[in-house]
């Protein structure tokens, strides 16, 4: 069974940063590629940003392009989120996804194969 495991959400002020990571267990981390979308309180889950297995391919939210960046370490099993120039919109609990399926033109869809428990991310203005 693939676990992802998300952590370094917290509290950050605004124009601040913060670093989301996911840890991938209990399953081949190369043979997925990953995402991160977020929910906030009242409002649907959205994307946030894809990357493909071999980390060739990248996608991101136009509310969060120029902002993030999205990474990965196949050795560490691991994908990180860099979050920089926070807003107050940005507050939401982020999730960590993996699906074996890359959609062209946008990379992960709302439905993937695997979902993190979610980490919540705090924005103060």
């Known amino acids: 069974q693939v676990q992802l495991v998300e952590s370094g959400g917290g509290l950050v002020q605004a124009g601040g940063s913060l670093r989301l990571s996911c840890a991938v267990s209990g399953g081949t981390f190369s043979s997925y590629n990953m995402g991160w979308f977020r929910q906030a309180p009242g409002k649907e889950r959205e994307f946030v940003a894809a990357?493909?297995?071999?980390?060739?391919?990248?996608y991101y939210a136009n509310s969060v392009n120029g902002r993030i960046t999205i990474s990965r370490d196949n050795a560490k099993n691991t994908v990180d989120l860099q979050m920089n120039s926070m807003k107050p919109e940005d507050t939401a609990v982020y999730y960590c996804?993996?699906?074996?399926?890359?959609?062209?033109?946008?990379?992960?869809?709302?439905?993937?194969?695997?979902w993190g428990q979610g980490t919540q991310v705090t924005v103060s203005s």
């Open positions: 990357i493909s297995w071999s980390g060739g391919n990248t």
């Open positions: 996804a993996a699906d074996r399926l890359w959609h062209l033109g946008y990379g992960l869809g709302l439905e993937n194969d695997y």
